[in-house]
């Protein structure tokens, strides 16, 4: 049995009101939410229910905004921390994980490579050196993955990829 406290505190998936994904609140927000008929209940949390005095509201886990909010353009900051995140701290070229990251220029600066979403990758410290200055074919490294611009469902999938499989339909995970 859970806690009132951890109930409270567990995450809602928000959708707008086209059932795009939003962001996340708590159970707290998302019941205030509903009790003011700012938003719906679109799935509940299993078997969970909120007891008050008078009362037992089943707990949110999706709930859907009744007006349409309008979400300004979102863009993922283009920085180190950001670049690590979006390729899951594993450098691109050899897999590594859990060793000293640095970033790399996939088209080397010196040669005309930009800072970019698309230029930039997460490599370990022994690929770079390899790199140098290099394209990577040169030196036979060939990157896993092409590097994209992060999309905002795709930030919240990854942050959401492990605890939540209820959401995944809204998500566009299946
Ligand atoms: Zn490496």
């Not at 998302?30 to 008929?37: C, G, N, R």
């Amino acid at each position: 049995m859970e806690s009132k406290v951890n109930i409270i505190n567990r995450s809602v998936l928000v959708l707008n009101q086209t059932y795009e994904p939003l962001h996340i609140c708590d159970v707290k927000r998302a019941i205030t939410l509903i009790l003011e008929q700012k938003a719906s209940l679109v799935l509940t949390a299993d078997h969970l229910y909120l007891h008050t005095v008078s009362n037992a509201y089943p707990v949110p886990s999706v709930i859907r905004i009744h007006q349409y909010i309008h979400v300004p353009h979102w863009e993922a900051v283009l920085n180190k921390a950001n670049i690590f995140r979006r390729d899951n701290y594993t450098c691109q070229y050899c897999g590594a994980q859990n060793v000293p990251l640095t970033i790399d220029h996939v088209v080397p600066k010196v040669r005309g490579g930009s800072d970019s979403w698309t230029n930039l990758v997460t490599a370990c410290v022994e690929c770079n050196n390899r790199k140098g200055n290099h394209l990577p074919e040169e030196v036979g490294l060939k990157l896993r993955t092409q590097p994209k611009k992060p999309h905002k469902i795709h930030t919240m999938q990854r942050y959401l990829a492990a605890p939540v499989e209820e959401w995944r339909p809204y998500l566009f995970l299946d």
